[in-house]
């Protein structure tokens, strides 16, 4: 095993109080005031949270394997991190929040060169950053609608009428272009890609949506080796349906954007030969292929980016990332960078405090090789997932994983519910995904001791509904 | 003079080499390789800039009044808010990147009532944090969006066929749903966000907009007091197009979204009258008011809110801020909080570390007293300016500002372009607005003797073209 522990990281859950406890409740009344607190589980004491464990203000401590929606790469304060705040690695960008289109510090082309480089998905060159995953999902298809209508001008320069009318939002060719996601598919909640997502109606319900299209996703079923040739079917029948609706889209379809994994919609998996395909398909139609890796990307999958599992020759035109990366943005191909500076702009184009904190965790993660360790924990994971629905016939199914990017399905989605709360109360912070799923998304840092601590609160929990 | 000065700061400009210099280009080469490095204007020597002074990688020192797109809250590197990163203040927020929604830190919800709250718009109880200006705009609009559906349904629950018909981005009662923006306007660059903006056609140029009206801004003409009959008029004849557009709009416009001054469509103004009426009409019509204050708020305009200067018994309804405040958010009313949970939300939802500096920069601003600065300041500016304008009849016109967020138009485009230059090779980091004015951004530690140096540079460039 090659994950390293972090000295006086919590040898176990402890818990004081119920989950939520009197002090988070007291919070939650003062914070309700002003912000929509009603989401949250608990309050952290930001500073005695340490790895894997999260500490609450009423002193419980919690094995988080939800890890902030998973976007915690090294866990709690990680002793380097810390380290790098103090030695003043980070003071160049610590004392203003710079506008890095316009006038970005010289640290920013050694950040961009040494470290979000030596990470990029291979085969694609060019880099946008913004600071969150929505941000970054609108412009990369922002990219890849420039990209089309560029493709289809041949060259020539916009006409004046286009120019003129786009200003009135009438422009009728852009109008018409379409992005394609999936069903069960989440990519953000911003109008843009809102449209793209497909997870739940209280997400979409009452906000205007583009008329893009919808494939139906694979309905995979595990363990894989008994439902070979269903899943196979189910594969093709959503390859039928991506074919056909490129063909009716009439050359308005500028991309086609999945998630490795349905991180949000119920954790649906697809196998590398689907992907390939859809690779192929894209490329026939010439249209853009975006891998969306907000929640997959990071290494938790068991590479740093989970599309390296397709075994693709030819790489997705745009993937994009935010979460475990701490900032947003997507790397593309050379293709699809805009020909004119500020088509894809903002102020801040992301934010260099938490781009140099990537960097920090990058070597984390190298020297401790912790890629690897996701991969070897998760194997251990999944597999006691296994036996565990086993043990729990009839209330868990569907053990499934990339690395420690695990989920499992519960019964029902009452049931779900009911166990998310009695894993809380037994000190295990976990969410759900789609209606009926368990969702893992551990820091790196989680190894197979941590494995077995999880599934010990979850038999318990499961034996106790 | 409340402004304080910064121990250390330059006493002036002072250049070594024509901009951009040779530093500047052998890093855009670098740069540009994986990122849009076109539109830099320099690269920066993060840690020698200081309070209104920029240094590049060149070691040239340029006064800043363009201020990184106008969100450099108190200058570069101010001492205070550096002692606070080395102090430990910022501690709980340096381990991780929290999601705010599910596991606040503490601290979180003490910086909200202690700072956020405190600077909140008079009458808005209500805040929701992200990390940018479109961010803010999308959420913005999509509270609207969320009131607007939930007073028409008069509090029934959706139907089924809603809840089905939005996750085919089908649900016709929210296609149909529209907010309203003015000619000129910027308002961010997500799709939804630049379905608002109208400032300039490669911002839109290819990609789809949602249909919604737009109303033209008044054509306010400087000074005031020569053309105060065409400005009434102008601004008479929008209120009409609004209500007009109002009314035609079916009970299907959830909001009505202005900027103060339109800060990226140049520099132009309306008089406070012409904002009461437009929170008088859009009451009349039951459609919110959103003042944008992404680019005007913070204190740069005189006051914290641009808005403040309206004199409005009954406020905007919602509030949105991103640039100076380092996070991004809105302040809104009771009535346009979600009823549910989750319907506004998203991982991150803001960046505490960012709102952690917000708190020591309200804090430099206040003991300073930099809005009252601000305003002090802006009356010696926009009076040097309108001499300026006067001295170089023909070329300048239109001296204007509220604070020191001013503005002077060039007699054409191709000459702004030239004049822009000829400030930068002289020293002054500045940025245009619109097609033909130069706009100041300065930070709030902007003070007479930096006004006295820029009038200088100004008159200087002017002279040599």
């Given at each position: 095993?090659t994950?390293?522990?972090?000295?006086?990281?919590?040898?176990?859950?402890?818990?004081?109080?119920?989950?939520?406890?009197?002090?988070?409740?007291?919070?939650?009344?003062?914070?309700?005031?002003?912000?929509?607190a009603?989401?949250?589980?608990?309050?952290?004491?930001?500073?005695?949270?340490?790895g894997?464990?999260?500490?609450?203000?009423d002193?419980?401590?919690?094995?988080d394997?939800y890890?902030h929606?998973a976007?915690?790469?090294?866990?709690?304060n990680?002793?380097?991190?810390l380290?790098?705040w103090?030695?003043?690695?980070?003071?160049?960008?610590?004392?203003y929040?710079p506008?890095?289109?316009?006038?970005?510090?010289?640290?920013?082309?050694?950040?961009?060169?040494?470290?979000?480089?030596?990470?990029?998905?291979?085969?694609?060159?060019?880099?946008?950053?913004?600071?969150?995953?929505?941000?970054?999902?609108?412009?990369?298809?922002?990219?890849?609608?420039?990209?089309?209508?560029?493709?289809?001008r041949?060259?020539?320069?916009?006409?004046?009428?286009?120019?003129?009318?786009?200003?009135?939002?009438?422009?009728?060719?852009?109008?018409?272009?379409?992005i394609?996601?999936?069903?069960?598919?989440?990519?953000g909640?911003?109008?843009?890609?809102?449209?793209?997502?497909r997870?739940?109606?209280?997400h979409?319900l009452?906000?205007?949506?583009?008329?893009?299209?919808?494939?139906?996703f694979?309905?995979v079923k595990?363990?894989?080796?008994?439902?070979?040739a269903?899943?196979?079917?189910?594969?093709?029948r959503?390859?039928?349906?991506?074919d056909?609706?490129?063909?009716a889209g009439?050359?308005?379809?500028?991309?086609?954007?999945?998630e490795?994994?349905?991180?949000?919609?119920?954790?649906?998996h697809?196998?590398?030969?689907?992907?390939r395909?859809?690779?192929?398909?894209?490329?026939?139609?010439?249209?853009?292929?975006?891998?969306?890796?907000?929640?997959?990307?990071?290494g938790?999958?068991g590479t740093?980016w989970?599309?390296?599992?397709?075994?693709?020759?030819?790489?997705?035109d745009?993937?994009?990332?935010s979460?475990?990366?701490q900032?947003g943005?997507?790397?593309?191909?050379?293709?699809?960078a805009?020909?004119?500076?500020?088509?894809?702009?903002?102020?801040?184009?992301?934010?260099?405090?938490?781009?140099?904190?990537l960097?920090?965790?990058?070597e984390i993660?190298?020297r401790?090789g912790?890629?690897?360790?996701?991969?070897e924990?998760?194997?251990?994971?999944?597999?006691e997932?296994?036996?565990?629905?086993e043990?729990?016939?009839?209330l868990?199914?569907?053990?499934?994983?990339a690395?420690?990017?695990?989920?499992?399905?519960?019964?029902?989605?009452?049931?779900?519910?009911r166990?998310?709360?009695?894993?809380?109360?037994r000190?295990?912070e976990?969410?759900?995904?789609?209606?009926?799923s368990?969702?893992?998304?551990?820091?790196?840092?989680f190894?197979?001791?941590?494995?077995a601590?999880?599934?010990?609160?979850?038999?318990?929990?499961?034996?106790?509904?």
């Open positions: 095993m994950t390293k522990t972090i000295p006086g990281e919590p040898t176990r859950a402890s818990m004081k109080t119920a989950i939520p406890g009197p002090r988070t409740e007291e919070l939650r009344a003062r914070h309700g005031r002003h912000q929509d009603r989401t949250v589980h608990v309050y952290q004491d930001a500073q005695k949270s340490l894997n464990y999260l500490v609450d203000v002193d419980n401590v919690m094995l394997v890890g929606i976007a915690l790469p090294v866990g709690y990680h002793p380097d991190l380290a790098a103090r030695s003043g690695r980070f003071d160049w960008a610590a004392g929040r506008a890095l289109g316009i006038a970005p510090p010289r640290e920013w082309v050694e950040l961009v060169e040494r470290t979000m480089m030596k990470i990029a998905p291979r085969g694609l060159t060019k880099l946008m950053t913004v600071t969150t995953g929505s941000e970054a999902v609108e412009n990369a298809i922002k990219a890849a609608f420039v990209r089309h209508a560029r493709v289809r041949g060259g020539a320069a916009p006409s004046a009428e286009d120019l003129a009318a786009c200003m009135n939002n009438a422009q009728a060719s852009a109008n018409a272009l379409a394609v996601s999936f069903e069960g598919s989440f990519h909640r911003s109008l843009g890609s809102l449209s793209l997502t997870s739940k109606a209280i979409k009452d906000f205007p949506a583009f008329p893009w299209p919808m494939v139906r694979p309905d595990f363990p894989l080796a008994a439902h070979a269903e899943n196979r079917a189910s594969e093709a959503s390859l039928e349906q991506l056909a609706t490129l063909k009439g050359g308005n379809i500028a991309a086609v954007i999945v490795p994994i349905q991180g949000e919609g119920g954790d649906r697809a196998s590398p030969s689907f992907f395909e859809m690779r192929r398909i894209t490329r026939a139609h010439d249209v853009a292929l975006i891998a969306d890796e907000v929640q997959t990307g990071g938790a999958t740093f989970a599309h390296e599992a397709w075994g693709l020759d030819d790489p997705p745009i993937v994009t990332f979460k475990k990366m900032l943005g997507y790397y593309c191909t050379e293709e699809y805009a020909p004119e500076p500020f088509r894809i702009f903002n102020t801040f184009l992301g934010d260099p405090i938490r781009g140099a904190q960097e920090v965790i990058v993660m190298e401790d912790l890629i690897a360790g996701a991969r924990t998760g194997e251990v994971l999944v597999r997932l296994v036996g565990l629905a043990r729990h016939a009839g868990l199914e569907g053990a499934r994983g690395g420690t990017f695990a989920a499992i399905d519960v019964k029902d989605a009452a049931t779900q519910l166990l998310l709360d009695a894993l809380r109360q000190g295990l976990v969410g759900g995904s789609g209606t009926r368990i969702r893992f998304r551990p820091a790196l840092v190894g197979p001791r941590h494995v601590e999880a599934i010990s609160i979850l038999d318990d929990a499961c034996k106790a509904l």
